[in-house]
């Protein structure tokens, strides 16, 4: 039998509503995913720490405060500086096409918009990782 998928389920930034991070972390745990959720109000070098200690495949970003250009890239960019780029960065939550266009080229292995079906979250995250 195969290992789960290990996916870290983050809030970074001021962003005060977990609501939607909640109801990923459980479909993604209904999906047989191994979902370690951080809480609110993460900062980048939290969720990198994080998800080097819990050794995830996978780090799945929610985030709907509008700082998603400042935030992820460090996040990507702390992975990097710590031998960790293997590891998926995902973003979910409210970012403009230009910015999720940019985010991708950064290294970010995909952008969910608000509405997005939770099946569909569970491939992509299937598909990202074992990539």
Excluded: F, W
């Amino acid at each position: 039998m195969p290992e789960p998928i290990r996916v870290l389920v983050a809030k970074v930034g001021l962003d005060g509503h977990d609501r939607g991070a909640k109801v990923i972390a459980r479909g993604l745990r209904d999906a047989g995913m191994e979902v370690i959720y951080t809480g609110l109000h993460q900062t980048p070098e939290s969720v990198v720490s994080a998800a080097l200690q819990e050794d995830v495949d996978c780090v799945a970003i929610s985030i709907l405060s509008g700082a998603h250009m400042t935030l992820i890239p460090k996040i990507v960019e702390g992975l990097r500086n710590a031998d960790a780029a293997g590891i998926t960065v995902l973003a979910g939550g409210i970012i403009p096409p230009d910015d999720a266009e940019a985010l991708i080229k950064l290294g970010v292995g995909a952008i969910q918009g608000p509405g997005t079906p939770l099946d569909a979250i569970v491939e992509t995250i299937k598909n990202t990782v074992q990539a």
